[in-house]
């Protein structure tokens, strides 16, 4: 069975589902990026997807095969920079740990 990582067995993810189950029901997704989806938060009383902002990046350079500064660019000005309301999706920097 070649399942990816939170995925179940109809091939819906997790949050697919959790997001037509209407627990995240306001929350905006952004077309292209379900790769990159972390999970649902909340902004005030707002519910928002959160989506993992390097990843985001890699997709736009292995899927549309931009190179790294096209895919900021694009990124920066047509998705992050982007406002449709209180649900907008946050795109959030991980911080790594410290190796040492």
């Known amino acids: 069975m070649n ?7 109809d091939g819906k993810s997790v949050f697919q589902r959790m997001y037509e189950n209407k ?3 306001d929350a905006l997704l952004a077309d292209g990026f379900d790769e990159a989806l972390l ?8 519910d928002v997807a959160v989506y993992d902002y390097d990843r985001c990046i890699e997709i736009l350079k292995s899927r549309d ?3 790294g500064e096209e895919a900021i660019d694009h ?3 047509n998705v992050t920079g982007s406002w ?3 649900n907008t ?3 959030m920097n991980l911080i ?3 190796p040492t």
Do not use: A, H, L, N
Not at 3 to 9: F, L, P, T, Y
């Open 84 to 86: 449709v309301g209180p």
């Open 65 to 67: 095969g931009m190179s």
């Open 23 to 25: 627990e995240t029901s």
């Open 89 to 91: 999706p946050i795109f």
């Open 3 to 9: 399942q990816r990582k939170g995925e179940i067995m």
């Open 39 to 46: 999970g649902f938060g909340k902004q005030f009383t707002y």
């Open 75 to 77: 990124f920066e000005f």
């Open 96 to 98: 790594q740990p410290d």
